[in-house]
Structure formats: C-alpha cells, structure tokens
C-alpha cells in the first residue's frame, strides 16, 4: 500500500531514544519495520508524517479538520436545543427510568445487575450504566437526561466529520487522475476533503430523520452504540495507513513492546465493537463493514486469492464471534419473551418484501425528510401484486447491477450499496420481531453512508463548475448558499420534529394519525387514551379505547382503562362492566381486580370489595395498592390496628407511596373516632 500520492518524501521528527533502532518501510500495510541506524550513530524512533499530495507536502492540517467537526458540533447541540423541554414518554422511558429496578441500586450490586440483566429483552451494560449515571445526578427530572442525549450526538456528528474526511482522503490515494485534478478544477483536495467532512457532518447534525435517536430518552442506547462504532471505523482506517494519518515505526526485534496502531488496530477494533454492543445489539455489521472498506477504499485486496481474503477475515475473527454471542443471545431474549414471530404468523416472502419497500424508503426519508413519524406499522396486507413492492424490488436490483457493472471504473457506488444494505440489515425485519415495519432510529448509523454520498457529490458539482469556467467567486458563493438555506430547512423539520417527542399526548397523536387502521397500532390508541385521560378528557379518552378494541378486540387492557374513565366520570355501574370484560380477557390482572373493588366499595357492596382485594393480593401479596385500599376499608369499619398493619406492609411495597403515608401519619396521630376516609378511586 502507498504512502502518499505524489509525495516526495515524507517528513520525519526524530526522537532520541536509548537503545531504540529507527526503521522505515515503505508498501507495508500493517506497519512493519526495517532496521538501520542513525547518522548520529545512536538510535532513534521516528515520528513519520506523510504528505497528502504533490502540491502540498503535508498532511491535511489538523486545525481545517478540527474545525469541520466543531461546526457539525456546534450545529447538532443548537438544533436539538429544544428538546430539552421535553418531558419523559410512556414508550419505554419509566421501564427504562423510573420502572428499572437497576437505577435503585448502587456499588457492585448495580454493576453485577447492569452486567447480567436483559432488561427490556436486551444486554446493554453500557447503557445501564449511562443511564444510572444521569439518574444519580438529575433523577426523574426530564432536563438532565435530554442534554446527555443531546450532548452524545454532539460528539457523533464531530466523528461523522472526522470520518467523512478519512474516507475521502482514503479513497483518492492511489487514485492517479486524482494527482492532477485539483489543479485543473481549481480546489484543491484539501479543500475538497475539509468542504466534504463539513457537508456530511452538518447533514448528520441537523436532519430531522435523527430526532427519534436524540429526543427520545430511551434510545440513548442507539447513540451509545454510533459512537463506538464510530471510533471503530476511524481505528480501523487509520491502522491500515490512511492518507495524513500518524504513525509510528519502531524496530520490533529491538524494542518489541513498542505497538503500532496497525499492530494494535484489530484488538481496538474489537474493544470498541465489545462497547458497541454493549449498547445496543446492532453493532453485529461492523466486521462485515470493515471488510468492505478494506475491499474499498482501503483496497488491500488488490490481489484475490484465498490466503489473502482468509488474512482479512483472520485479523477480525474476534469480532465475528462477537458478532455471533451478540445475534445468538439476541433472539434468545426475544424468543423467550415471545418478540420473535413465526413464520406461520409473518411468512419469509412477506417480511422480504416489507424489508425491499423499507431499505428504499430509509433512502427518500433521507433525501426528502417529509411524512416522518414515531412509529412505521407493520403492513397487514403484503402481496407482490402492489406497485410500491414491485417499485422497490426494481429499484434495488437495479441499483445493485449498476453498481456491480461500473465497479471497475466507479468501485465507490459498490462499496457504499454494500455498506448501507449491511447497515440497515439486523433492522430489516428478516428475522421477524416488533409490530414495525422501519423504524428513523434504525437510519441513524446508515443515513452517514448517504450524507456522505451527497456531500462528494455537491463537492464535484462544484468542482466540475469551477472547471468549466464558472466565475468562482459567484460560484462558491451560489454553494455556500445553497448549502446554508438546506441546513436552516432541514432546521426547521427537526425542530418541528423534536416537539412530536414532547410529552405523551404529541407523541400517541402523531403515531395514530400516521398509521391509520392497522391493528399494529391499537397500543397506540391505548396510549393516546391514557394521556387524554391524564388531562381530564374523559370523552376523547374513551373514543381511542375503543378504537383500540376495534382493532385488537383481545385487548383487555383496553377494558380496564375504560372502566377506570368511566369511574373517574361517575358512571360506577358501566364501570364494573368494563372491570368485568377485563378481568374476562386477562384473569391475573391484578389492577384490574382492585379497582373493581374499589368501585364496589364506592357501590357500598363492602364485603364484595373485599373479596376482590383479597383475590388480588393473593396473586400479588406485594401489590401496595391492593393493600392500601384493604386498608381503607379497615379504617372504615373502625379497625384501626388492622388498617395501620395494611398502611404499613403497602409502604414495604412501596415506600413512596404518599397516600398511605398519609393516612398512617393521621391513624398515628389520633385514634380517636373521625369521619370515614374516602376510598381511592384508581390511579387509572
């Protein structure tokens, strides 16, 4: 492998080191060394920087790169800005949050939990740990916990920058015309790879396809995973020499504990990718995705053979079987918790066809960032017969023959296709879990490949102008326009977007006015009904409830939240119905059973009251509220010391619990006679 295009020869710092042998060797791709002295006559380590082109004999300044990435940084940190106003979602923030028993850990105990648990069907140490960390500093305040997210893909998008440039200047190494080209056009590479590594990173930052990943709190986990990933790929390209990288030779047989970043490399590599998954699962391509760059821009297989394509696959066997223990205990969780669907219930031609449509339309979700939404529902009915099926798998075997026909003399369209598809596909849907179909979130890693794709593409529209004789001050500033009105549109969608994550009531309405009438959205319906509910909207609340039931009529949920509206309106009667139906569908629903005895207490029928609490607590001997309003029935008919013992084990269960330390507090205080205590409702 090359060092440089068109260099002449590289610039050296050399560092006196005692007993050290400076070496050189020029073609090697894993940072081999030859041995020779120093015209000093004592050894040295050198310090090699190599040239990025003829024209210029140095490496990309740093500074130009450094600041591509503060601009993308700086842009994703104000985009997302208001998101710090929003508040905590039904979907999975309290089980992630307020709901996880981890976060009332500490010491050892929470590590050991973070370490071995599958909370929420998942192993995710890191995240447990990232979120445990925002829990001890903010709590339960919202605030905190947005400015982490904010904060990671802040960080993200200064890697994309950072990323964007590597690649570039990878890709043009060995690229003869690309010697010349600069000046002919009149931008330098330079110039194109810092123009480059600021349109990706800036397109990252602020496109609203990514505010699923930052505003909503339990996705930190997806950010977490990026920025691992991220760093992977950077090592990765970095240890295979990549134009105006910094390396160090060194004499192995002389001073054998000095390590090379591309001696080290692989190990890093998997280090990183262990972290990755450690985050979120969907870290499994990124061995796959390696040996694609190596492929391209790399180029490290320039001869196939056998013994060459089993070294790259060697150097990552690591990662493989990280790869592997992730994906297999992946499904384990899934499966043992009834995620996965058979294929009896989604047939394999089914979920190719839904995943066909999906990976095209991440791509015009990426390109025209309109019709976004929380949640994509899977399609009920899938058949070949559909023009956007049809559509889709046109399009994409089109697209892939063209890649494969021009890959001699465009390699870059083949490379990027396949790094996309490798991307997107642990999400596609092949394997069959969720009630989804795409999800924005799963766009994060693979939107980069596009970015980047558009910001060398303006790049060389540019450059092709200047060419042609364009004038260039009229030119550059015509770009720079363009490109500034794109970002304040892109702006304006994320900001908007970012404000459907607000609370539960923006988020349920978005998710059922995008997926209207598909049964996969009747939890929807539910969650809707429960926010309107929450806000006093009894009326709106029970509409949604029973759209639900319309679309799943096996939702017993459904009837349990409609008898706690219609408590909550006073229509106890209709009440205890719905409570019926619920417990008819779901025999072990516990909160169910205590608040129908909660409206039978309200009815005066007292003993059947006790009867429902008392079933429920023998399912549920901890169930505080089961406890609590036992305990209330105690208090009413005078049996203070009982009421007291009921108050007391509800606060075992639950030591927050304010209504029972409210009335313990008073039956403490007095035990005298006093009017009876109202009995609870439901918290609904």
């Known amino acids: 492998?090359?060092?440089?295009?068109?260099?002449?020869?590289?610039?050296?710092?050399?560092?006196?080191?005692?007993?050290?042998?400076?070496?050189?060797?020029?073609?090697?791709?894993?940072?081999?060394?030859?041995?020779?002295?120093?015209?000093?006559?004592?050894?040295?380590?050198?310090?090699?920087?190599?040239?990025?082109?003829?024209?210029?004999?140095?490496?990309?300044?740093?500074?130009?790169?450094?600041?591509?990435?503060?601009?993308?940084?700086?842009?994703?940190?104000?985009?997302?800005?208001?998101?710090?106003?929003?508040?905590?979602?039904?979907?999975?923030?309290?089980?992630?949050?307020?709901?996880?028993?981890?976060?009332?850990?500490?010491?050892?105990?929470?590590?050991?939990?973070?370490?071995?648990?599958?909370?929420?069907?998942?192993?995710?140490?890191?995240?447990?740990?990232?979120?445990?960390?925002?829990?001890?500093?903010?709590?339960?305040?919202?605030?905190?916990?947005?400015?982490?997210?904010?904060?990671?893909?802040?960080?993200?998008?200064?890697?994309?920058?950072?990323?964007?440039?590597?690649?570039?200047?990878?890709?043009?190494?060995?690229?003869?015309?690309?010697?010349?080209?600069?000046?002919?056009?009149?931008?330098?590479?330079?110039?194109?790879?810092?123009?480059?590594?600021a349109i990706a990173g800036l397109l990252f930052a602020v496109h609203p396809i990514h505010v699923e990943s930052v505003a909503w709190i339990a996705e930190r986990k997806g950010l977490l995973c990026a920025f691992f990933y991220l760093l992977a790929v950077i090592v990765h390209l970095s240890s295979q020499r990549s134009r105006g990288a910094i390396r160090y030779a060194a004499d192995r047989s002389a001073e054998p504990g000095a390590l090379s970043l591309a001696q080290i490399g692989p190990a890093l590599c998997a280090f990183l990718m262990l972290c990755a998954i450690a985050s979120k699962p969907l870290a499994v391509s990124l061995p796959f995705v390696l040996l694609v760059l190596d492929i391209y821009p790399l180029r490290r297989l320039r001869r196939v053979s056998v013994a060459r394509i089993w070294s790259l696959i060697r150097e990552k066997m690591l990662m493989?079987?990280?790869?592997?223990?992730?994906?297999?205990?992946?499904?384990?969780?899934?499966?043992?918790?009834?995620?996965?669907?058979?294929?009896?219930?989604?047939?394999?031609?089914?979920?190719?066809?839904?995943?066909?449509?999906?990976?095209?339309?991440?791509?015009?979700?990426?390109?025209?960032?309109?019709?976004?939404?929380?949640?994509?529902?899977?399609?009920e009915n899938v058949s070949l017969s559909e023009p956007r099926y049809i559509f889709a798998i046109a399009l994409l075997s089109t697209a892939l023959i063209a890649c494969v026909w021009t890959v001699r003399r465009s390699p870059v369209w083949l490379s990027a296709a396949a790094v996309y598809l490798l991307l997107l596909a642990p999400v596609l849907g092949i394997v069959g879990f969720g009630r989804h179909a795409m999800a924005d979130r799963f766009a994060y890693l693979p939107s980069i490949v596009v970015f980047i794709l558009v910001a060398v593409g303006a790049t060389q529209l540019v450059n092709r102008c200047l060419a042609q004789g364009f004038p260039r001050r009229k030119t550059l500033l015509a770009a720079s326009a363009a490109g500034v009105a794109l970002c304040l549109g892109l702006s304006a969608r994320t900001w908007a977007q970012i404000g459907v994550w607000k609370d539960d009531l923006s988020l349920w309405t978005a998710v059922v006015i995008s997926n209207p009438d598909n049964s996969h959205v009747a939890f929807a319906h539910l969650n809707l009904g429960s926010a309107l509910a929450k806000a006093g909207r009894y009326e709106d609340a029970l509409r949604h409830y029973r759209h639900c039931l319309r679309l799943n009529p096996s939702e017993g949920r459904a009837y349990h939240n409609i008898g706690n509206a219609l408590a909550a309106m006073g229509k106890l009667e209709e009440a205890l119905s719905a409570y019926g139906e619920a417990l008819r569908l779901d025999v072990k629903n516990v909160d169910a059973r205590v608040n129908r005895g909660n409206v039978l207490s309200m009815l005066g029928r007292k003993d059947e009251a006790e009867a429902q609490f008392r079933i429920a607590l023998k399912q549920d001997p901890q169930h505080a509220k089961g406890l609590f309003n036992l305990g209330l029935l105690y208090e009413e008919r005078g049996d203070r010391n009982a009421a007291i013992k009921s108050y007391r084990a509800a606060l075992r269960s639950e030591p927050r619990y304010s209504k029972a330390w409210s009335r313990l507090k008073q039956l403490l205080r007095s035990r005298s006679g006093s009017s009876s205590p109202p009995v609870d409702p439901g918290d609904g």
């Open 320 to 379: 493989f079987g990280l790869a592997f223990a992730s994906m297999s205990l992946a499904m384990i969780a899934h499966a043992s918790a009834g995620g996965l669907y058979s294929l009896e219930a989604r047939s394999l031609d089914v979920r190719v066809l839904v995943a066909a449509q999906s990976t095209v339309s991440y791509l015009a979700k990426m390109l025209l960032p309109f019709e976004l939404s929380p949640f994509y529902a899977f399609p």
């Open 1 to 197: 492998m090359a060092d440089s295009v068109g260099s002449t020869s590289p610039h050296t710092i050399s560092v006196s080191v005692a007993g050290s042998v400076p070496c050189r060797q020029k073609g090697s791709e894993q940072g081999g060394c030859a041995q020779g002295r120093s015209p000093r006559g004592r050894d040295e380590k050198q310090l090699v920087l190599t040239p990025s082109s003829s024209v210029d004999t140095r490496s990309i300044s740093r500074d130009r790169v450094a600041a591509a990435a503060a601009l993308a940084a700086v842009a994703a940190f104000l985009v997302y800005l208001p998101a710090l106003t929003n508040g905590f979602v039904t979907w999975d923030d309290r089980a992630y949050l307020a709901d996880n028993p981890g976060m009332s850990m500490s010491g050892l105990s929470f590590l050991l939990w973070a370490l071995t648990a599958f909370h929420e069907m998942t192993w995710q140490p890191l995240t447990w740990i990232s979120h445990r960390f925002d829990f001890m500093m903010w709590g339960l305040s919202p605030r905190g916990h947005h400015f982490s997210n904010i904060l990671i893909h802040t960080i993200n998008s200064a890697l994309v920058a950072v990323l964007s440039s590597i690649l570039f200047k990878t890709a043009v190494r060995e690229n003869s015309s690309a010697r010349t080209a600069g000046s002919r056009a009149g931008i330098s590479r330079e110039t194109q790879s810092l123009w480059i590594a």
